[in-house]
């Protein structure tokens, strides 16, 4: 048995961040500013209509629905590295399950929202409800990521139980209130047999059941395209190809957040440079898998050059969105290769950079794969004013889109000032095994 | 630039003499020689021309510009001409009324978009810009068109509509020979004609082939029209239904499952996987927080 | 969550509210009467007679202060307009076919189509072209107005039913119902669909306006707009506006279960199946299985120039690498 000051040790660690302390009132002021310019932005658009955007009838997706493809992307890491390595055995990665759950969690409920700002009559929301048609991909949209924000919660909080228990005892300092919302959400958790057995039978259910769910989400999404006649999107990869983009985004998602996790809440000693060792190999496998695909996708038309695949192709390859294209495949994959494959990029602070560029490469890919297409329809666009013809969002735009990664950094920051980001539960039990 | 004005001004010249001699060997109009000597039921006076001025201004101005102030497209090849002026003045009423019912080139036909009636009218005001214009009046006596009957017969191993005309004088039954018969059927939007207008014999006999694969309504039925065109007797026009289409009864587009239908209309696999899975996921969730629950009852004791 | 669920129950309870809305008329009816019986003492003759034409088509004269004007109001109206846009004309299949060897770029189907629709001058349901397929092929104008596809993109992907197919091959927008998704504008080949992004035309004259799903009009911010084949005109018995403003007489129009097309500008109607047979009649990207009900005939022996003017900009959708 483990003694018990080690126990303390551990419990104490895990909970320490769980306060409200100045640099994180100073930190959601920041994002609560922002977010109220950004609702502003929103406001005007409303009001106004979407006139305000550099939208118009050709390119008439743009900066909104590119960020719903990344928002869903990045949510399905959550599948990944909680059910796929946890249910195969790879125990390193179950500290970080919560973190990836979270981003999980949070990403696919704002995704719900991104798609809203895109909509020319938010209020008729409730049509998809009352007039929805089964055969529309939108429909599969709204129904799977429903379940899938659902299952995510309760992949969250599930194995969390026994954690919310560990905070009522052990956090007095906390005002009652606080401490019965513990209290009524841990459900009587007095670690009995039958009940570590349903925690577990459950915990398995969610995390098999969060596998075709997360992967029909982002298949779901890029058949929002793949359904369509269009060049560039005309693709039956689409549904693999996107699946294996969102993990890539996804583990520089985690990276990313575990770096912050580990230097603000003092986590060294939980969130290892073993543990960034792995993910860094876990982003380039999974880049490695998504460079295939990529290659997949430009190399088949690129090849044969059909009429239109060939203006497609030339569009991105030396055209007007040349720069972008390259930039993103070269600084968003090709170099995050290379470079993590040697051990010492694999620390920390290397790996935030390589993340950060990762991200970003994630965002302006979708980007990519959303607008050029649509600038380059079957027929020739004519008798229209010049920005109909080329894209360019505006600054009103931009803001709205800003705002749900806003949210998603403030339900993040929330989530992990409100429950241990690492499972205290589980390291103990972790920690008794291993002994 | 002195010199540049001159060039500019040579090749002007050189082109309105090119233009006035593509003018001049603007092709003739061709008139069948039956149609030259066709004259106008109606009689020409102020009040024809004043109703013709109307319809010349709404059909025929837009090209021709306003008459005797010669100031129609100039553009256009051959130049839409100045009606007032000899080109058309030395024309018979038969040719103008030729060349209004069939058009050539950039000039369309007013024969489905202008009744008869108008089109004389609009012959009655090109002459009045014609004093030495002297009308010669058509034979046709309006009031006898209803003394004429027409009688059909179908024939349904030859598809052929054999017209007999006749009309029943006082003095006993006369074939109309030689009489224009066209035939058309209802359409939607205008009158589909059905091989070319023909004359009658010597017996008042017209006989039509009529095509084998026309569609009717539901029952087979469609509206002939039949339009003879006399010179003694006018115009006449008789609308009869007539058993001799093909029944089309075809279904709504929107008949059959597809994706693009309606919900209630959607394709079975669809249907049938889209509830399975919100099913199943569904149930799993419930199983779920029915053992959530239950780890709360076991806490209870 | 199931929508499968969600629409039975809405269908019964729109017809729950259609009853609602029956008997709540009808006690309004007769509450007036009460209240005409009750004010009929009091009312007195003014003398001032008027003409009243019943139902029944007879001539009545009466009394000015003992006439009520009756009319549905503008939620019925509305129902009525939808119901009707929904069904279409029974027994029709449109068909419009396009002479691309008449076109001369006037323009005048644009510019009638943008009146009728309340389109603002970027904004066209029928668009003329200048296309040019390849380097060495002559260019020419095409009018390109939607392609009312019997197996429509747009309809299929469209999450609210708020774009729908009708028996009769018209696809129509229900601007009422459309959430502004703008789905459809992306699944739509042939570019046929534009959105309103700002505030329509003529937004607050038509604010009172009953919308008519056959016209779409009044248009609504936020919604998309499409080319409707004139369903209000056809109702009427009257070609589309494009058709009928036409001078260089391009368009036929008509009914492919008749198999004939009148011509918007002579007027003359012809055999549908014939006019294709004799000019190489052909349709849009038919690679694409959408099944279109607009055909084209070929721009042979045109009967105006393509303007030089115009060439540059036919040339720009070529292929980069064939030019």
Redesign the interface.
């Known amino acids: 048995m483990l003694d018990q000051s080690k126990f303390d040790k551990i419990t104490s660690d895990l909970l320490k961040p769980i306060r409200i302390n100045h640099s994180f009132m100073v930190w959601m002021g920041f994002l609560g500013v922002s977010l109220i310019v950004c609702l502003y932005a929103y406001s005007v658009q409303l009001d ?4 305000v ?1 550099g ?4 390119v ?2 743009g900066m909104y629905i590119s960020n719903f493809v990344f928002f869903v992307a990045t949510s399905l890491i959550g599948m990944l590295i909680s059910a796929v390595l946890g249910l195969s055995g790879e125990k390193w990665a179950s500290p970080l399950a919560r973190i990836a759950e979270i981003i999980a969690l949070a990403f696919a409920a704002v995704a719900g929202l991104v ?1 809203i700002s ?5 209020e ?2 409730i ?14 949209d ?2 799977v990521v ?2 899938y924000v ?2 995510s919660a ?1 992949f969250l909080y ?1 194995p969390l ?1 026994p954690d919310l228990k560990i905070c009522y005892d052990k956090m007095n300092q906390l005002p009652a209130y606080k401490r019965n919302i513990y209290k009524v959400l841990s ?4 670690g ?1 047999p ?2 570590i057995k ?2 577990k ?2 915990t398995r ?2 995390a098999i ?1 969060i596998i075709p ?1 997360a992967l029909a989400i982002h298949t779901v999404t890029s058949w ?2 793949a ?4 060049v560039g999107w005309d693709s039956s990869i689409f549904g693999p190809y996107f699946v294996t983009g969102a993990f890539v985004s996804g583990s520089a998602a985690v990276i990313i957040a575990m770096f912050f996790y580990r230097n603000n809440f003092k986590l060294q000693d939980y969130i290892t440079e073993k543990h960034f060792d792995k993910m860094g190999k876990l982003l380039v496998l999974v880049s490695l898998i998504y460079l295939y695909f990529t290659l997949n996708e430009y190399m088949v038309p690129g090849y044969k ?1 059909k ?1 239109f695949d ?2 497609h192709i ?1 569009a991105l390859f030396t055209g007007t969105h040349a720069l972008l294209f390259w930039s993103v495949q070269i600084f968003g994959l090709v170099l995050p290769i290379v470079l993590l494959l040697f051990k010492k990029m694999r620390k920390p602070l290397p790996m935030l950079v390589v993340a950060l560029f990762v991200i970003c490469g994630a965002w302006l890919k979708r980007y990519i794969i959303v607008i050029p297409t ?1 600038e380059h ?9 010049m920005n ?1 013809k080329i894209y360019t969002p505006s600054l009103t735009e931009s803001l709205i889109s800003l705002a749900p990664i806003i949210l998603v950094l403030i339900i993040i920051t929330i989530l992990s000032k409100v429950v241990p980001i690492i499972p205290v539960h589980e390291t103990i039990e972790h920690l008794e095994e291993t002994k | 630039m002195f010199k540049e004005n001159i060039k500019l001004r040579l090749t002007a010249t050189f082109l309105i003499c090119f233009l006035f001699f593509l003018q001049l060997n603007a092709q003739r109009w061709d008139v069948p020689a039956d149609k030259k000597s066709k004259n106008s039921y109606i009689k020409f006076d102020g009040n024809t021309a004043k109703e013709g001025e109307a319809i010349f201004t709404k059909n025929c101005k837009s090209c021709h510009g306003d008459l005797g102030k010669s100031n129609g497209i100039k553009t256009m090849n051959p130049a839409p001409p100045d009606l007032s002026q000899a080109l058309t003045q030395e024309l018979t009423d038969g040719e103008l009324f030729y060349i209004l019912n069939t058009g050539r080139n950039a000039m369309p036909s007013f024969k489905n978009t202008l009744s008869e009636e108008e089109r004389w009218k609009a012959i009655s005001f090109i002459r009045s810009f014609n004093n030495k214009y002297v009308q010669v009046l058509s034979k046709t006596d309006p009031t006898k068109s209803k003394l004429v009957k027409i009688n059909c017969v179908f024939d349904s191993l030859s598809n052929k509509l054999k017209l007999n005309i006749i009309a029943n004088e006082k003095t006993g039954v006369i074939p109309l020979k030689d009489a224009e018969v066209s035939l058309f059927v209802t359409r939607y939007f205008g009158k589909l004609q059905i091989e070319k207008t023909i004359r009658t014999n010597a017996d008042g006999i017209a006989i039509f082939n009529f095509p084998k694969d026309l569609p009717g309504d539901k029952t087979g039925n469609v509206d002939v029209a039949i339009k003879v065109s006399d010179e003694l007797y006018g115009e006449i026009e008789s609308v009869n239904k007539f058993n001799i289409g093909i029944p089309t009864d075809k279904l709504g587009l929107t008949q059959n499952r597809a ?5 209630k209309k ?2 079975w696999w ?2 049938i996987t ?1 509830t399975s899975i ?1 099913l199943t ?1 569904g149930a ?2 419930l ?2 927080i029915f ?2 629950l ?7 004791n | ?1 199931s ?2 669920e ?2 039975p129950k ?1 269908k019964s309870r729109r017809e729950f509210i259609q009853q609602v809305g029956i008997v709540g008329v009808g006690s309004v009816l007769a509450g007036s009467a009460i209240l005409a019986g009750i004010n009929y003492d009091k009312k007195k003759s003014t003398g001032a007679r008027i003409k009243v034409l019943t139902a029944e088509n007879e001539l009545l004269e009466i009394d000015r202060n003992d006439a009520t004007k009756v009319g549905k109001s503008k939620a019925e109206n509305l129902t009525a307009l939808q119901k009707e846009g929904r069904e279409g004309i029974p027994g029709k299949r449109w068909v419009m076919v396009v002479d691309l060897s008449k076109c001369k770029n006037a323009r005048k189907c ?1 510019s009638a189509c943008q009146g009728a629709h309340q389109l603002r001058p ?3 349901h029928i ?5 040019q397929e390849s380097k060495n092929t002559p260019p020419f104008y095409m009018a ?1 107005p939607c392609q009312h596809c019997d197996n429509p ?1 747009c309809v ?7 774009t729908f197919k009708r028996p009769d091959g018209i696809v129509l927008i229900d601007n009422e ?7 459809c ?3 739509c ?3 046929a ?7 329509p035309l003529l937004a607050e004259e038509d604010k009172d306006k009953t919308y008519n799903v056959e016209l779409n009009v009044p248009q609504r ?4 707009s499409k080319c409707l084949f004139s369903a209000d005109r056809l109702r009427e018995g009257k070609m589309p506006y494009c058709v009928s403003a036409c001078p260089n007489g391009v368009y036929y129009f008509g009914d492919e279960n008749e198999d004939a097309v009148t011509n918007g500008t002579t007027k003359e109607t012809v055999r549908f199946s014939k006019l294709l047979e004799e000019n190489a009649g052909y349709r849009l ?1 038919p690679e ?1 299985g959408t099944k279109t009900r607009v055909y084209y005939l070929p721009a042979k022996n045109r009967t105006a120039p393509f303007q030089d003017k115009d060439k540059l ?2 040339e ?2 070529l ?3 064939n030019s």
Request: aromatic share 12%; net charge positive; charged share 20%.
């Open positions: 106004k209509g979407m006139v955007t939208l118009r009838d050709y008439s997706w798609i895109d909509m020319g009559r938010p008729r929301l049509n998809v409800f009352l007039y929805g048609r089964i055969q529309s991909p939108i429909l599969w709204v129904t429903t379940f659902l299952i309760l599930v139980i459900l009587n958790w007095i009995s039958e009940q349903i925690i039978q459950s259910i969610l059941l769910v929002l395209f359904s369509t006649t269009r050059m009429k060939a203006m030339h649509q329809p079957f027929l020739p666009i004519q008798n229209v004013p109909f | 994706i693009w239908n309606i919900l959607a394709p669809i249907i889209y919100v996921v799993f969730l199983y779920i053992s959530l239950k780890i709360r009852k076991l806490g209870e | 969550m929508e499968k969600e629409n809405n644009m970027e904004q066209h668009n003329v072209l200048k296309m390109k993109p299929a992907v469209c999450p609210v039913d708020a119902r459309c959430i502004g998704c703008r789905f504008i992306a699944a080949p042939y570019s669909r534009v959105f309103n992004w700002a505030e911010k936020g919604t998309v990207m694409l900009e036919a720009e959708h292929d980069i690498n």
